[in-house]
């Protein structure tokens, strides 16, 4: 039996295993012909057919108040769909690793979102650390030999469109969720909001892709994989998000971005360049110095 103070952290650790791994699914599932709109619907609605069932046998219900519909469209769009679309866009594009890099700097905008909206106050020891991530940054983008092909500089600047998107979600989540709901009925309600939403985009664009109709492909069995991460990641997500805070769980990119460089190594052979490896030393420095000045909600 896990103690209840414990419990975040072991999530925070599967949740960011699983998210790392994703990275590396997704491209394998782009690059095999799934259109990043086929994979958001197929994602989602997989998810929501899974949350719907086990939310019917556990007998919770999903609320359907204003205040829930909001948090499940805004949670559905800005949590789900945009940075889906713009994590399997990139990874057509770049390496895993980088990608998993990238998402490594939400816990640093988290905290500036936090600031700016007055839920978080600013301490000079946090400058330090945004600095720190604004240059690790930079030392991915700007250098000619931190990128395998300077071509990919564009799709990494796009890239960081997604932490600013899990950033706010966080940020959302936290606000808009109405007390007593249940981390189940949460993930369903975005979940189902997301699947809705892509639906029509899906078909309008004529992208669609039926899954191992042509056999049990690479590409299908990763996007299955995906699926089932979808399945488990956003209950684990909302759970660490009411016991422990938008800011603590923002610190699942450290999980997220070892896992990622390691996933990346072991399926498709990425080796980091060194500029990669300052980008992650950077970053790291950077989220410490800013969760230096944040503390977690008690449970």
Known sequence: MIPARHLPLVLMLILGNLWGLSFSLSKTA????????AYVWMQTTGATLFLFAVCYRAGIKVPTSRRHLLLYAATGLVGTVLPSITIVTTALHVPAGIISTLVTTVPMMTFT????LGL????????????LGLIGVLFLVVPDASLPSA????WVLFGMLTPVFYATNGILAARLRP???????????MMATASVASLP???????????FAEGPTAHDLAMTGQIVITCVAYIMYFEINERAGPVYLSQVSYVVNVAGLFWGFAIFGEVPSPWLWATVVLVFAGVYLVNRTTRAKPA
């Open 120 to 131: 978080q106050r600013f301490e000079p020891l946090a400058l330090a650390g945004l600095t």
């Open 201 to 211: 985009v899906m078909l309008a664009t004529g992208t669609f892709h039926p899954l």
């Open 179 to 189: 007390a007593g709901t249940s981390s189940l009925a949460a993930a369903l309600g």
């Open 30 to 37: 782009v690059l095999g012909g799934i259109h990043p709109l």
């Open 151 to 154: 071509d990919m500089t564009g």
């Open 113 to 116: 979102l936090a600031v700016t």
